[in-house]
T-cell receptor, first 113, second 113 residues
Framework: GENVEQHPSTLSVQEGDSAVIKCTYS??????FPWYKQELGKRPQLIID?????GEKKDQRIAVTLNKTAKHFSLHITETQPEDSAVYFC????????????FGTGTRLQVTL | DAGVIQSPRHEVTEMGQEVTLRCKPI?????LFWYRQTMMRGLELLIY????????DSGMPEDRFSAKMPNASFSTLKIQPSEPRDSAVYFC???????????FGSGTRLTVV
């Protein structure tokens, strides 16, 4: 089955700096890669996703890149703000009706003033 | 739509007792997933259903865990007997077969003492 590794497990940045979280996956058949943000005590919520037919996707201050050859994908957050502090999870799956997400172990991002 | 609804939000029980967690998926969603979240193991898929039928229960840790989905609007995850190592946050998520992204419920924080 799919295995997703995520690094780093914790990340501390100053407000205004950029943050990068990296994930690798094992199953070359995976073609859908979402990122979830989980604030303390709350549910994971989808913030951005990418499919394998594109290499990069942006949404305001967040972007995701995908390298299919190397089987890794990354989340980039620019101009970080305190409200970006949360745990971020990457995930991977195949598309199709039988798809199920396999999650990375999470990165705790702390944005300091 | 009220989203994915889980109950109870918090559950504290004594070792050996039976615990039942409940989930109501979003109306129209035909896939339902149960995940367990711990600090050590992150988000683990326990079981998922399609059209009320269990598709993959390979993540269920042992026979003490069971899950049912008697109809399209209700699912339960039962632990009998419960043990302290079952303490975790249990999330239910649902999606429609034509999409890939999940919507998570608010989770049930289970503490077994």
């Amino acid at each position: 089955g799919e295995n997703v590794e995520q690094h780093p497990s914790t990340l501390s940045v100053q407000e205004g700096d950029s943050a990068v979280i990296k994930c690798t996956y094992s199953d070359s058949a995976s073609n859908y890669f979402p990122w979830y943000k989980q604030e303390l005590g709350k549910r994971p919520q989808l913030i951005i996703d990418i499919r394998s037919n594109v290499g990069e996707k942006k949404d305001q201050r967040i972007a995701v890149t995908l390298n299919k050859t190397a089987k890794h994908f990354s989340l980039h957050i620019t101009e970080t703000q305190p409200e970006d502090s949360a745990v971020y999870f990457c995930a991977a799956s195949m598309t199709g009706t039988a798809s199920k997400l396999t999650f990375g172990t999470g990165t705790r991002l702390q944005v300091t003033l | 739509d009220a989203g994915v609804i889980q109950s109870p939000r918090h559950e504290v029980t004594e070792m050996g007792q039976e615990v039942t967690l409940r989930c109501k998926p979003i109306s129209g969603h035909d896939y339902l997933f149960w995940y367990r979240q711990t600090m050590m193991r992150g988000l683990e898929l326990l079981i998922y259903f399609n059209n009320n039928v269990p598709i993959d229960d390979s993540g269920m840790p042992e026979d003490r865990f069971s899950a049912k989905m008697p109809n399209a609007s209700f699912s339960t995850l039962k632990i009998q007997p419960s043990e302290p190592r079952d303490s975790a946050v249990y999330f239910c998520a649902s999606r429609w077969g034509g999409e890939i992204g999940y919507t998570f419920g608010s989770g049930t924080r289970l503490t077994v003492v």
